[in-house]
């Protein structure tokens, strides 16, 4: 299941699995139309001389013109795309070139273009006068016109598309929209009933049934975590009656033949049982989203800290950046994470490492707050940013974890804001963001008083 889900995103993620379908999709069009004349279909568009009544050098010459202007076109979209990709990369960080090309727009406008094409050369092929028997499928021409127009409409809507695209605010946005996609399918809104991240139980250190051992599993691999099969995990810790214990949580790295997971069995585990609970985990070069919001909140954090670099400097870039990770955390304060421990029937088979929501408002804040010594512009939004999300948790120790963050904006602006205004303006937020801290929450979870 990891293999195909791996499989997917990839070809998801390629810039040649879409166009080479609608390539595909081309053929098939042209092939079927070009039948469609040739069974007759030309009695009936004599009816419209002149829609369908090209010559075969007109057909010909006009076929010709379209395939040799689309991969022209082609071309220059490719060439558009690179100086893309090169800018975003400088300006923003290589971490989001994967979004760019998980683009379903660029992805299709490519494939029309690269369709068109096709469909040009398939029909073109067949065009036949003089002596080789004169044969012009006027159906398959006339598309053919048809489809040119339309690639010049998507060429037009795909420069208004890579013109929005490149903007901070559009990419910050997308980023932000996944991570809040990946939160809601991590961490559902209803879990029911059972233990969750803060029950003492689940910091406490386990010990081995007795008669037991822990039995390290290596690695396959050196790479990233991008996803785990929990229900595999939990099926083998089921059929091998032992505890699993995830050494590595998603989006870290491991290195190859050391300590993977862990098992409680009398003897050392066998090959088979090795190497099924390695097929568990999906390790690979980079991170993703889909089971790793960690690695959304990671992307937006990298924007801000290129634009609060002194060799670029653009606050207006960073405060958006906070925006957004404001809607992120405050997607999660409401929500219950699962606990660690997962139990089946009252066992428990596998104890998980997953992140918790103090780990993601350090990821969240941390670096921003230190590339933002001295900056009013950004501490005041961050403060904001805690004052939101303080009003949408009651858990004490994510309160605690809050309170944290206010104090050390708190000693950074004493020693770094040498202006008075700046101080007393900082003073009064960090009353307000105080005072909702030692306040009831005005939204639980589900967002009801």
């Given at each position: 299941m990891n293999r195909l889900m791996h499989l997917w995103s990839n070809l998801r993620s390629s810039l040649w699995f879409t166009p080479s379908l609608i390539v595909v999709l081309s053929i098939v069009f042209a092939v079927v139309l070009i039948e469609v004349d040739s069974t007759g279909g030309d009695r009936w568009l004599a009816q419209w001389p002149r829609l369908f009544g090209a010559g075969a050098e007109g057909a010909r010459g006009m076929m010709s013109?379209?395939?040799g202007s689309m991969m022209t076109v082609v071309g220059v979209t490719f060439s558009m795309i690179l100086v893309v990709l090169a800018m975003a990369s400088s300006q923003y960080t290589s971490r989001i070139l994967?979004?760019?090309?998980r683009s379903r727009v660029t992805q299709v406008v490519l494939g029309i273009f690269a369709g068109v094409f096709t469909y040009c050369l398939i029909v073109l092929r067949t065009i036949r006068s003089g002596d080789e028997g004169s044969f012009v499928p006027n159906l398959a021409v006339f598309f053919g016109f048809m489809l040119a127009l339309g690639g010049v409409g998507a060429l037009m809507f795909f420069i208004n598309h890579i013109a929005s695209s490149i903007q901070a605010s559009s990419i910050i946005a997308s980023v932000a929209e996944e991570t809040i996609a990946a939160i809601d399918r991590l961490f559902p809104e209803r879990l029911g009933q059972g233990p969750g991240e803060d029950d003492a139980t689940a910091d406490q250190t386990l010990r081995p049934p007795d008669g037991q051992i822990w039995h390290a599993v290596p690695a396959s691999q050196s790479g990233y975590i991008q996803s785990v099969n929990n229900a595999g995990l939990m099926?083998?810790?089921?059929?091998?009656?032992?505890?699993?214990?995830m050494e590595h949580g998603i989006g870290e790295f491991v290195v190859q033949d050391t300590t993977l997971a862990s098992l409680t069995l009398k003897?050392?585990?066998?090959?088979?049982?090795i190497s099924a609970l390695q097929a568990t985990f999906s390790i690979r070069r980079y991170r993703t989203v889909e089971q790793d919001a960690a690695f959304g909140i990671r992307q937006i954090v990298d924007v801000a800290l290129k634009a609060l670099s002194p060799g670029i400097n653009d606050t207006t870039t960073a405060v958006m950046c906070v925006d957004y990770l404001t809607a992120i955390l405050a997607r999660i304060a409401p929500r219950q994470i699962p606990s660690s421990l997962r139990y089946e029937e009252g066992e428990l088979r596998v104890i998980a490492k997953g992140p918790s929501f103090e780990s993601l408002l350090a990821d969240s804040f941390d670096e921003i707050r230190v590339s933002a010594k001295g900056n009013v512009a950004i501490m005041l939004p961050m403060l904001g940013a805690l004052q939101t999300i303080a009003s949408l948790t009651a858990r004490p120790g994510r309160r605690r974890a809050l309170r944290d963050q206010v104090q050390r904006i708190a000693e950074m602006a004493e020693g770094t804001l040498e202006s008075a205004h700046d101080r007393a303006w900082i003073e009064t937020r960090l009353a307000r963001v105080r005072e909702t801290l030692e306040a009831e929450p005005t939204l639980r979870?589900?967002?009801k008083k």
């Open positions: 013109t379209i395939a994967r979004n760019f090309m099926r083998l810790a089921r059929d091998t009656k032992t505890i699993v214990l003897d050392p585990p066998d090959q088979e049982t979870a589900g967002g």
